[in-house]
């Protein structure tokens, strides 16, 4: 294969996505830097300086960030290589979660077969409600272990004509430090946060320029999941988000037969330019603040625009509650008015059948009932006794009984 520039060698899997190698910005948690130490051991063959494992000679690379036209990594690559890397910036749905993942390189040696080479990382993601958890305009994407992600992504979109295609089985020792830096990652992670890191590295053959040549791929992926409460004043559901990303594909290609001489031997991991790195970070917390500021001005606009709704949805409930007990009221009177005129006229009609009518004692006010074929009834001081006439000029008063009683005219109730 020819001396390719990283945008080209890149684009293969612009349209996939892309994982490992990390580094130190903010959105990479502390498992960044710690993962971009330990690495370059998970990705080789677990060489050391003792069996000669490190390059004899290395060459210092600077790559240049275009947006910024500052040196943002100083990558070291085997001296008398090729070598050509920038800062990716890859728009749209799956770009890198930070600038710093967005380093890609390749460093290509002189037979112009074997490289070194690290792809720009990618972020997806997927939520249990169907959606990608993001942006309505991206889609979900299911993946969150390292094997799934180079077996069903990075090899159909970078070798689709690769073959022998075999996961490389990490040692003990470092599944023991892949353990400690997502425990590393699971502690720093924040409340109610659940993290997980994976990583995986196969081994794959494939032809170039007509000869057989060996690679491998390495890959470490770091997802998220968070649970999203229900919110019913936007129609929405409880659901689990999971977020995903990588800052990098690391490849290791050399002639088949000549791999593990390559991967046997480790390079210094690319160093961050800490100006670069502090611009970055700054831009980064301003974005976030000027985020921040939007969002909850958004979030403040919905809560009042709700409060207004909720408040008319009150005021027009309590109108139409007192509409309604108006008119309840209304009803009912009318109707204790009708049921108390039917009584009036049944108790009269009864009364005049049994020739009954009611008087009131004027004095108490309690309700006599007495004779209705007498027009005038006398009742007496104790309450005993009812003188019954119908001569208006009859007053009992010292005739009849003068000496122990008094008389009161009862009034008639119509």
């Not at 049994?354 to 004027?362: S, T, V, Y």
Request: glycine share 8%.
């Amino acid at each position: 294969m020819g001396f390719q520039s990283v945008p080209v060698r890149a684009a293969a899997v612009l349209a996939a996505l892309a994982v490992s190698v990390c580094f130190n910005q903010p959105g990479n948690s502390a498992l960044a830097s710690t993962v971009g130490a330990r690495s370059a051991s998970l990705s080789g063959g677990g060489a050391t300086s003792a069996d000669g494992g490190i390059w004899p000679h290395t060459a210092s690379k600077p790559v240049t960030d275009p947006a910024l036209n500052m040196t943002a990594f100083t990558v070291h690559i085997p001296a008398g290589w090729k070598f050509t890397g920038m800062i990716e910036r890859i728009p749209g749905c799956h770009g890198p979660e930070v600038p710093a993942d967005g380093l890609a390189y390749t460093a290509l040696a002189p037979d112009g077969v074997t490289a070194i080479e690290k792809l720009p990382g990618m972020s997806w993601g997927w939520a249990t409600d169907g959606t990608s958890g993001g942006s309505p305009k991206c889609k979900p994407v299911k993946i969150s272990s390292a094997a799934e992600y180079l077996l069903n992504i990075a090899v159909p979109n970078l070798r689709p004509d690769a073959r022998n295609i075999a996961i490389v089985p990490f040692t003990p020792e470092m599944k023991d430090q892949l353990a400690k830096v997502s425990q590393t990652a699971q502690s720093q992670a924040p409340h109610g946060m659940k993290v997980t890191l994976d990583a995986a590295r196969i081994h794959l053959q494939y032809t170039l320029k007509g000869k057989p040549v060996e690679e491998r791929l390495f890959v470490a992926v770091t997802c998220s999941e968070v649970d999203m409460p229900a919110y019913p004043m936007l129609h929405r559901a409880a659901m689990e988000r999971h977020t995903c990303r990588t800052a990098g594909i690391g490849i290791t290609r050399a002639p088949q037969g000549e791999l593990d001489a390559i991967v046997g031997r480790r390079l210094p991991p690319p160093d961050i330019d800490s100006q670069w790195n502090q611009t970055i970070m700054n831009r980064m917390n301003s974005q976030f603040a000027a985020w921040q500021r939007q969002n909850d001005e958004q979030f403040q606009a919905i809560q009042n625009h709700f409060k207004q709704v909720t408040n008319g949805m009150i005021q027009r409930g309590q109108q139409f509650q007192a509409q309604q007990k108006s008119s309840f009221d209304n009803a009912m009177a009318q109707d204790r008015a009708t049921q108390g005129a039917i009584d009036h006229a049944a108790q009269m009609q009864v009364r005049d059948s049994l020739n009954r009518q009611d008087f009131i004692n004027p004095n108490t006010g309690r309700k006599i009932e007495t004779s209705n074929q007498y027009t005038h009834n006398w009742i007496s001081s104790d309450g005993q006794s009812v003188v019954l006439n119908s001569d208006p000029t009859l007053d009992p008063n010292g005739l009849i009984d003068p000496v122990r009683e008094s008389w009161t005219e009862l009034i008639p109730v119509n």
